[in-house]
């Protein structure tokens, strides 16, 4: 394929779906990575589009929202990978809210497995991904349909989640920063989403590597109070994003990195971007290996303080 053609399939794919990964580009126009970025050089340098950490999005700094037909198609691989470490972290028996997205989509369809749970979703999707869970319960908000990513908005929604109180959140979004948090392209999936995080003791953000660095209109989640975020690696050169995760957890969010495979163990983050114990949690970088086995044994401590007790 000739530069200007692959360019030119660059640029509607940019332009049809408002953020593109490298990674995403590469493989749609079969090529390197390092030949897209300087593809990406080159209409940037036009005027037809802008550089984000690890990829495109149109011209004007804050990236449009895309519809689901587009997000269905984008960074598949690193989504399946976050859904499959995100549900490491949902117990038997709990009560939790699921966003709208295609990432908890993914998350919604393992989640199926989990006995005694109960879902409450603004989704169409995360309510048709659970629809034949005999052991999930599933209650949907009120509102009106939004098409465009087949969620409930409106009044209706966040009405209908005022009184509610939920062990964890699990959220997705448009972009993410340290400096505002999780954000949003919409006014009314903004606002609901602001629901659902209030209803919720814990906060946890899906987001892949594209979305970091990048700050889209309405904030919906702020740094300070996001728990957790899970994401899967960002590629080597993408410094920026590293930046970026690093950021976070210094604010106190507890950063869970998945590998593109999708081992639901997680990676485990190389050692230059370790985390220095951070200000609020003071989790830094860590996998959700690490996490998951520390609370393991904290529960195994207690099973064995209780059984000193009775012996006494």
Do not use: C
Request: aromatic fraction near 2%.
């Amino acid at each position: 394929m000739f530069a200007a053609e692959r360019r030119q399939l660059i640029l509607e794919m940019v332009r049809a779906n408002g953020a593109v990964s490298l990674r995403e580009l590469a493989r749609v126009v079969q090529t390197s990575e390092v030949t897209v970025r300087r593809d990406v050089r080159a209409l940037e340098a036009e005027g037809l589009l802008d550089r984000r950490h690890g990829g495109a999005v149109l011209p004007g700094g804050f990236t449009r929202e895309s519809g689901f037909p587009q997000k269905s198609h984008l960074a598949t691989a690193e989504k399946t990978a976050i859904a499959d470490l995100a549900a490491n972290f949902v117990e038997e028996g709990e009560a939790i809210v699921v966003g709208a997205g295609t990432t908890t989509q993914e998350l919604a369809r393992r989640l199926a497995r989990v006995p005694g749970l109960t879902v409450v979703t603004n989704s169409l999707l995360v309510a048709q991904a659970l629809a034949h869970a005999n052991r999930v319960e599933v209650v949907m908000t009120g509102g009106t349909l939004r098409g465009s990513n087949y969620a409930l908005v409106g009044s209706g929604a966040e009405q209908s989640l005022q009184g509610l109180r939920v062990s964890r959140a699990f959220i997705s979004g448009s972009g993410l920063t340290a400096e505002r948090g999780l954000s949003t392209s919409n006014m009314l999936s903004a606002s609901v989403d602001r629901a659902l995080v209030q209803a919720a003791a814990e906060v946890v953000v899906l987001a892949d590597h594209t979305k970091l660095g990048t700050d889209t209109m309405f904030q919906t989640v702020p740094t300070d109070v996001i728990t957790r975020l899970v994401t899967d690696e960002p590629p080597v050169h993408d410094d920026r994003a590293h930046t970026e995760l690093q950021a976070l957890a210094d604010q106190g969010v507890q950063i869970a990195v998945a590998g593109a495979s999708g081992s639901p163990g997680g990676d485990e983050v190389p050692a230059r971007r370790r985390s220095l114990p951070g200000p609020r949690r003071g989790q830094g970088l860590r996998s959700a290996a690490a996490v998951l086995g520390e609370q393991g044994a904290e529960r195994e401590r207690e099973r064995a303080r209780v059984a000193d007790l009775r012996r006494r």
